[in-house]
């Protein structure tokens, strides 16, 4: 079993950054593949980046790519989500997923545990 807690979403202006952290629990983590979805209100849940289990390969949707980056300390059993040059429909609940696996999935149906998530507001 492996419990997810999310941290670091709140209001920040255009342009701007944040760093969203999602610490885990459970002897896995460092075996599991990592990622990090979005949910705007009224819309589906989207994947946002991924990590695998060793760090070796990240993946980004193009909506985000070359503004987001997600790494993981597997010592301190955490993931990360440095967000730049935010924008405001970057709006929406950030949620952290881990997966059995270790080798990154794109879908949420491929994702078996996840956070509570955690409000990320952009004002424009």
């Known amino acids: 079993q492996v419990q997810l807690v999310e941290s670091g979403g709140r209001l920040v202006q255009a342009g701007g950054s944040l760093r969203l952290a999602c610490a885990a629990s459970?002897?896995?983590?460092?075996?599991?593949?990592m990622g990090w979805f979005r949910q705007a209100p009224g819309k589906e849940r989207e994947f946002v980046a991924a990590i695998s289990w060793n760090g070796d390969a990240t993946y980004y949707s193009d909506s985000v790519k070359g503004r987001f980056t997600i790494s993981r300390d597997n010592a301190k059993n955490t993931v990360y989500l440095q967000m730049n040059s935010l924008k405001p429909e970057d709006t929406a609940v950030y949620y952290c997923?881990?997966?059995?696996?270790?080798?990154?999935?794109?879908?949420?149906?491929?994702?078996?545990?996840w956070g509570q998530g955690t409000q990320v507001t952009v004002s424009s």
């Open positions: 997923a881990a997966r059995r696996l270790g080798w990154v999935g794109r879908t949420p149906g491929e994702y078996d545990y």
């Open positions: 459970g002897r896995t983590f460092s075996r599991n593949a």
